[in-house]
């Protein structure tokens, strides 16, 4: 089963479907554009990682498994810890994807990455889990995927988007005194489907709502700059290990 995000961001994130009309273009990353009006586009230029991981969700309610793929790996390439958790999860499995348990614990890893409490625990029991071999093959795959999913390196980009997108917004006068993003306001974030209808709140409304999104995005991940350009802080390597070491 995937990993489902907190309402409140989920609720935004499909708010483009309650206010199409003032939304942004749909993102989509096959030629079919229809899921993707189910997920807030106009969150993409800030956050891309959230809109592909709401898609995967969608493409996964809908049995669509291969596509769902695609929109987690999109996700996990912009740092998202919860996409790269689902992958691990669906690879150990098997469910909806080929079974690969050594890759699943090598996604679990890199989900792990900045601590959190749920991820650790499942990515020690898979290790627990795994007989040598099995340990051995993941070390290889974790190293592979490492080079472009760690946080120094997909964290980072996505930091980089989301921090230049927001100058964009906060620093161009043309934006003020409204900036139209459909459901970007914080009654969003607080589940009121009323306040989703707005679709043209204050432009520093909106930049409030978007900074609380990316606080939990970017959550546990010890590197972050806030203020200023982004400084690479290198951290040390997680790798599949035995948790009783």
Known sequence: MLVNMKPSLWLLLIAGAVAAAHAQPSVSASEDPAPALEC??????????????????????????????????????????????????????????????????????????RDDPTFKAVMR?????????????AEVLYAKLREQYRDDVAAVRAKTRYDRAIRAVAGNAAYSPRLCIAGLNSGALAGDVDAVSQSCPPATQAVETLNKMSEQYFKGWRSRVDVGPLQEVREPEVRPHDPAG
């Open 125 to 137: 029991s898979v290790y627990a889990a795994m007989p040598v071999d099995e340990r051995g093959r």
């Open 40 to 113: 807030n586009g106009a969150v993409y230029r800030f956050l891309p990682g959230e809109v592909n991981y709401c898609l995967a969700l969608k493409m996964w309610e809908k049995g669509d498994y291969r596509r769902g793929e695609e929109f987690l790996l999109l996700a996990a390439g912009w740092g998202s810890k919860p996409a790269q958790y689902s992958l691990g999860l669906a690879y150990f499995n098997g469910e909806g994807v080929a079974k690969d348990r050594p890759l699943g614990l090598a996604w679990l890893t890199l989900a792990a990455e």
